[in-house]
């Protein structure tokens, strides 16, 4: 449930939140471009909080970048620029004047493939998060917030008594859930997964797919997904993105889940989500 910030700490002494719970995402006719090539044109999208949206169509049309301009991660690539707005609870994360880490602190990031820290320990991996919230944590409190998140992430009862070990000495999909809680560590208000299951086996993906509906509660989530069976068990709203020949990144069609994978509004959507490209 949504934290207020002046509430007294946490009695376990874990650092208080950047935020005050989900927040709810909007892209604003977001445009974008690597160096001359437009890749997104004017795409807009509200995704609520304490929902999951999906975002599916096929390779090339777009999402990862979208993903990444939800957080500012685009501005890495140098050759990229940007139009448009991404409101955050209402504020612009683009506003001059505001820092990254504003945007960062606040919304998270799992990619496709798992990527710990493989030398550090489980316990560095998930502390590590907290380098981004600019505050020393003390033992005890690093200690409880491991143990927190670690729990959310569906990983703490594998790995409570081999905290010391490396990161990289853990299964894909154990790795996979690291890296969750490595996210989590900073209390996001907005989780962005790139096909978090991408390279995973069945079994793995499922039991991310149980955390995603339990984290639902606490943050706002956005997942790019290829499966079209994973994006109607996790999400609650989709956006179809589509690039046609030559053309940038749209959305096509967006709204409830239930109602795009029932009835398609657009033939191209009933195409992709019915697996005919
Ligand atoms: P998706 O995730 O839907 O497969 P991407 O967002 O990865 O799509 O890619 C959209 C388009 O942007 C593609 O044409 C891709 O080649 C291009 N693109 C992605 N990343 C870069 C980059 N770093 N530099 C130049 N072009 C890129
Ligand atoms: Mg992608």
């Given at each position: 449930l949504p934290r207020s910030g002046d509430e007294d700490p946490d009695p376990a002494g874990v650092p208080p939140a950047p935020g005050t719970g989900p927040a709810s995402l909007r892209a604003r006719s977001v445009s974008a471009w690597f160096g001359s090539h437009q890749v997104l044109d004017r795409v807009s999208l509200d995704m609520p909080a304490?929902?999951?949206?999906?975002?599916?169509?096929?390779?090339?049309?777009?999402?990862?970048?979208f993903l990444?301009?939800?957080n500012r991660m685009h501005e890495l690539i140098a050759s990229a620029s940007l139009a448009g707005e991404v409101l955050l609870d209402g504020e612009d994360?683009?506003?001059?004047?505001?820092?990254?880490?504003?945007?960062r602190r606040q919304i998270g990031m799992v990619f496709q493939k798992p990527n710990p820290f493989p030398a550090?320990?489980?316990y560095d991996?998930?502390?590590?998060?907290?380098?981004?919230?600019?505050?020393?944590?003390?033992?005890?409190?690093?200690?409880?917030?491991?143990e927190e998140c670690l729990t959310k992430s569906g990983l703490w009862k594998e790995v409570r008594d081999r905290l010391r070990q490396p990161g990289g000495?853990?299964?894909g999909g154990q790795q996979q859930r690291l890296c969750i809680a490595r996210s989590l560590a900073v209390r996001p208000r907005v989780l962005l997964m790139d096909e978090p299951c991408s390279a995973l086996d069945p079994t793995s993906t499922r039991r991310i797919e149980e955390t995603i509906a339990e984290l639902s509660e606490e943050v706002t989530i956005v997942i790019v997904t290829h499966n079209m069976q994973q994006a109607q068990r996790v999400s609650q709203l989709c956006a179809f993105f589509l690039a046609e020949q030559g053309t940038p990144g749209v959305i096509v069609e967006h709204g409830p889940t239930t109602a795009m994978f029932r009835s398609p509004r657009d033939s191209r959507t009933a195409d992709y989500v019915q697996g005919r490209f």
């Open positions: 304490r929902r999951v949206t999906a975002l599916i169509g096929p390779s090339g049309c777009g999402k990862s970048t990444r301009i939800l994360i683009y506003d001059r004047g505001r820092r990254i880490t504003h945007a550090m320990s489980i991996n998930v502390v590590s998060g907290l380098r981004l919230n600019g505050r020393r944590a003390g033992r005890g409190e690093k200690d409880a917030l491991v000495a853990l299964s």
